[in-house]
């Protein structure tokens, strides 16, 4: 194999890790907007503090695994919770208003979790060790680090799980049937404030995860929110209502910003790979503004 082969294929596969572990984020982005129909953009500040309660559960110096079991179990059920409680308090009152109105209790409820995050939690960096080797996997010519393949397989988990849950389960369909027509579906017995609250805390489940993988990559502060604005090219690329399309997403924007700086950074001297998704995202806005694999609405006015 010649060496810009092996070069080409190694930014590939480092590119498709860390494209499923932005997948990983999306898909809260995803669950909301495909129950609810409204945009989370709260996301980045859920995954914040899943990995700060999972880096105060590991702080305890308890053994390493079980250490992380206790983080996932607690990060879980905190972020559970929280979910359940932010639709009972602060969403279940907008419900039937106009949904930019859910949209800007989402954007206040960021700005309040970043802020108060440090006076609670501290504004120092803290660790987030999971039990798994240090030495990185070597595929072919890449060589990737462990926590990026623990976090690609933890996303194609996730997404089979829930890909079957909305398309075979009666729980599935139902909520899928409330993002259509709220009103229609409270007709059909459907009980829409339910299903609400667990599209919330389906959305906590996906932050616990994605926080303790993300937190055990890049340390955990208050600058990992940033992450939620990071993967939102992938959820306008795939298809604000697919499952499906934010893997994709994720893996073009992965791809993307792996080639970018592979190829582009040693001529312009770095920064590529941050901009690159945006400009993307803005072709496919001009071209499919509903996404690859988006529904595509029309509405007579």
């Known amino acids: 194999m010649s060496e810009d082969l092996g070069f080409f294929i190694a930014l590939l596969l480092n590119g498709v890790s860390i494209g499923l572990m932005y997948s990983l984020i999306a898909l809260g982005f995803v669950l909301v907007y495909k129950s609810t129909d409204a ?56 419900l039937g208003r106009p949904i930019v109105a859910v949209i800007m209790a989402t954007i206040g409820l960021a700005s309040v979790l970043r802020g108060l995050t440090p006076i609670v939690f501290g504004g120092e960096t803290r660790a987030l060790p ?40 009666r729980m599935g ?14 007709a059909m017995g459907i009980n829409v404030e339910r299903y609400f609250a667990l599209a919330w805390a389906m959305a906590g489940i996906v932050s616990a995860l994605g926080g303790i993988v993300w937190g055990s990559m890049l340390g955990v502060d208050v600058q990992i929110a940033v992450v939620g604005l990071k993967v939102f090219p992938v959820v306008i690329l795939g298809g604000l209502d697919s499952i499906g399309g934010a893997m994709v997403g994720g893996l073009i924007v992965g791809l993307v910003e792996s080639l970018a700086s592979g190829y582009l950074d040693p001529y312009v001297g770095g920064g590529t790979k941050d901009f690159a998704p945006y400009l993307l995202m803005i072709l496919v806005l001009m071209l499919r503004p509903y996404g690859i694999f988006g529904k595509r609405q029309i509405e007579r006015v």
Do not use: C, H, Y
Request: proline share 7%; charged share 10%; glycine share 10%.
């Open 173 to 186: 369909v139902a909520m899928r049937a409330v993002a259509d027509n709220q009103q229609v579906a409270q």
């Open 130 to 169: 999971l039990p798994i080797p240090d030495d990185p996997v070597v595929i072919g010519p890449a060589t990737l680090p462990p926590i990026q393949v623990l976090g690609a397989g933890v996303a194609i988990l996730l997404f089979l799980g829930f890909n079957w849950f909305f398309k075979k389960s």
């Open 39 to 94: 945009i989370n953009f709260a996301q980045g500040e859920f995954v914040m503090m899943a990995a700060l309660f999972g880096a105060v559960v590991v702080g305890f110096n308890v053994s390493p695994i079980v250490g992380a079991i206790a983080a996932v179990v607690v990060v879980l059920a905190i972020m559970i919770g929280f979910g359940f409680a932010l639709e009972r308090v602060v969403l279940r009152p907008l």
